[in-house]
C-alpha cells in the first residue's frame, strides 16, 4: 500500500548486519565464492520460523559474509540508501564493533567504516538522518563490554554527534546482565544513551529488573514484561514511571517464536495503555520486511486507521536519541521533520 511507503518513517531499532538486503547478499557472496553460502542461509522467507538458536546462527553466516572495511562500507551505504527508499526520514542503526584477524579488521576501523559510509550517504544527497548507536554483544562478558563503551566514548567525544548511545544485544540465553552492569552504568553517566534489549525471552524477568533501575533510555523487545505472559506489574510499573519507550519489531518476534502470532504481540498492551511504542524492523534482511510493512502489519492486525498510523509514525522522533524540535514541514503531501536542535 502506497500510503505506508509515503509516510515519513523513523526506524529506531535496525541492526546493521541484521538489515542486509537480498540484493547486497548477492553481491557478498559474488565476492567470497569459496564460503560456499546461499541466500537461505541468510533470510527467513515469509511463512517460515526459525528458533532464536537459528536466527542468531544466520547472524554468523552474514558475519563470514561481512569480514573487511569493504564489505563493510559497501553494507552500511546499502542499507542506509535502502531505509531512505522504503521513506524512512531518520535512522538511528546499530552494530557490533567486530575485530578480524585475518582480514585486519579492527573494532575502532569497524566502526569509522560504519560512519564514513554514513557520511558518504549524507554527501550523495541521500533523504535521510542517520545516527549510530555502538553494540555490545552480551555473550562476550565483562571486559569486552567496557571496551566497547570506552570505543564508544571515544567515538561520542570526537565526531560529529553521529554516534549517540549504546545497544545491548546478542543471543539472550547467554551471559546475565549484572555482569554488563558497570559498562552500562559507565557509559550513561558519560552521556551515552542506552538501549537495552530486555525481556526478549521469559528467563530474563531477574536481569530485567536489575537493568531497569539504570534506567535504560529505550527498550529492545520487551516481550515478556507484562504480566498476561509471565512477566510482572512491577516491571511494566517501572517501564511506565520511567516512561521508556519501547522499540517494536512484529514480523522479528513471530519469526523467531518469542511472539504465537501477529495477534498476540504484546505492541497491543503497550499501545493501548499509550504508552511510547515504536515501531521497528529489527533485522529487515533476515525477517524478509521492511519498516512500511510492519506498519502496515501493525495497522491490518490492530486495526489502525491511516490517522492512528500517522499519529504513530510521528510521535516516534520523539523516542529518537537526539532531541528534535517538533517543527514540521507541510510543503509535500507528507509533513515531515525539519530541524535537529544542537
Ligand atoms: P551486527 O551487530 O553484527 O550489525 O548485527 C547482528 C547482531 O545483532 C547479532 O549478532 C546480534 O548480536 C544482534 N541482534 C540482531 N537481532 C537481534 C535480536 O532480535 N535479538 C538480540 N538479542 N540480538 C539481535
Known amino acids: 500500500d502506497i500510503f505506508y511507503r509515503e509516510l515519513p518513517k523513523v526506524e529506531l531499532h535496525a541492526h546493521l548486519n541484521g538489515s542486509v538486503s537480498f540484493q547486497t547478499i548477492e553481491k557478498l557472496i559474488a565476492r567470497k565464492p569459496h564460503l560456499n553460502i546461499e541466500h537461505n542461509m541468510t533470510a527467513i522467507r515469509n511463512g517460515q520460523r526459525r ?3 537459528e536466527c542468531f546462527r544466520v547472524f554468523k553466516v552474514i558475519h563470514q559474509l561481512v569480514d573487511t572495511e569493504e564489505d563493510i562500507f559497501m553494507v552500511a551505504k ?3 540508501n535502502e531505509f531512505a527508499a522504503d521513506g524512512v526520514k531518520y535512522l538511528e542503526l546499530r552494530s557490533t564493533p567486530r575485530e578480524e584477524i585475518k582480514t585486519g579488521l579492527t573494532k575502532r576501523r569497524y566502526v569509522e567504516t560504519v560512519l564514513e559510509a554514513v557520511k558518504q550517504c549524507k554527501g550523495d544527497g541521500v533523504d535521510i538522518d542517520v545516527r549510530f548507536l555502538v553494540a555490545i554483544d552480551r555473550r562476550n562478558g565483562t571486559e569486552v563490554a567496557m571496551e566497547t563503551v570506552k570505543l564508544a566514548e571515544d567515538f561520542m567525544l570526537s565526531t560529529d554527534g553521529l554516534v549517540v548511545g549504546l545497544d545491548l544485544s546478542g543471543d539472550p540465553t547467554v551471559g546475565h546482565g549484572r555482569d554488563l552492569l558497570p559498562a552500562l552504568v559507565r557509559a550513561k553517566n ?8 530486555l525481556s526478549e525471552v521469559p528467563s530474563q524477568l531477574e536481569e530485567t529488573e536489575l537493568l531497569l533501575t539504570l534506567p535504560p533510555d529505550r527498550i529492545g523487545h520487551g516481550t515478556f514484561l507484562h504480566p ?3 512477566g510482572s ?3 511494566v510499573d517501572a517501564v511506565v514511571k520511567n ?3 519501547l522499540e517494536l519489531c512484529l514480523t522479528s518476534n513471530v519469526k523467531g517464536q518469542t511472539v504465537p502470532c501477529y495477534s498476540e504481540h504484546h505492541f497491543k498492551f503497550w499501545y493501548q495503555m499509550g504508552h511510547p511504542s515504536v ?3 529489527d533485522d529487515k534482511g533476515v525477517f524478509s520486511t521492511d519498516l512500511s510493512q510492519e506498519y502496515e502489519l501493525a495497522a491490518t492486525t490492530f486495526g489502525l486507521s491511516h490517522e492512528d498510523v500517522w499519529k504513530l509514525s510521528q510521535q516516534a522522533i520523539d523516542s529518537a536519541f537526539p532531541a528534535f524540535f517538533k517543527t514540521w514541514s507541510h510543503s509535500s503531501s507528507f509533513p515531515r521533520i525539519l530541524y535537529l536542535k544542537q
Do not use: E, R, S
Request: hydrophobic residues 40%; contains cysteine; charged residues 15%.
Open 51 to 53: 528458533t532464536m538458536d
Open 78 to 80: 546499502d542499507v542506509v
Open 190 to 197: 558519560c552521556g551515552l544513551k542506552l538501549a537495552l534489549h
Open 228 to 230: 498476561d505472559v509471565g
Open 233 to 235: 506489574q512491577t516491571l
Open 243 to 245: 516512561n521508556i519507550p
Open 279 to 281: 515501531i521497528c524492523t
